[in-house]
């Protein structure tokens, strides 16, 4: 019991500034993960099954991470309700530190593997390209059609010439029979 005790005393004193930035950063990562699942939705817009699947999700993932660090999550808790003015300071620039080394890393790894080619393609297919306003009047501006286009009036005229013959519906005079 008692060495149960001492190695307990000895993760608490484990844990410093820097350790506490790694810890903090990717428990930030691992929920972020978590929300992602769930659509980045406000814990109000999921229904009871879904919330309360998320809030296991993030204690798995909560526990994951400390294991992963060593840590236990009463010690860590602890720490952090201890921490004075310099530790969170000097985890504040830890964190800020990490992050940009991350960026740093992820900048040197786009840049290793090259430019990335971009493809322009006019139209659905080069074989059969969109184009806009391809018929432009004499000052290059686009031509403006008033009315309906001569394929509509053709079919309307049609149609109108289907119609006249006397479908017993109206009479001369324009009203129907009773």
Known sequence: ??????????????????????????????????AKKYGNKKSSELSQDE??????????????????????????????????????AATKAERERLDKKEQEDKKAKEQQSGPKEIVIQRGFSDSNPVTLEENQGQEGAPVVEKGLPPEAQQDQQEAAGMGTGSSGGETKSGKGRK
């Not at 001492?6 to 990717?26: C, F, R, S, V, Y």
């Not at 400390?66 to 310099?86: C, I, T, W």
């Open 1 to 34: 019991m008692i060495a149960f005790a001492l190695l307990l005393t000895l993760a608490a004193d484990d844990l410093n500034p820097e350790k506490a930035a790694k810890i903090q950063k990717d428990r930030d990562k691992a929920m972020a993960d978590v």
């Open 51 to 88: 919330r309360r699947e998320m809030i296991r999700d993030q204690r798995d993932a909560e526990s994951a991470v400390l294991d992963k660090h060593g840590v236990d999550a009463k010690d860590f808790a602890r720490y952090e309700a201890k921490m004075n003015l310099q530790d969170r």
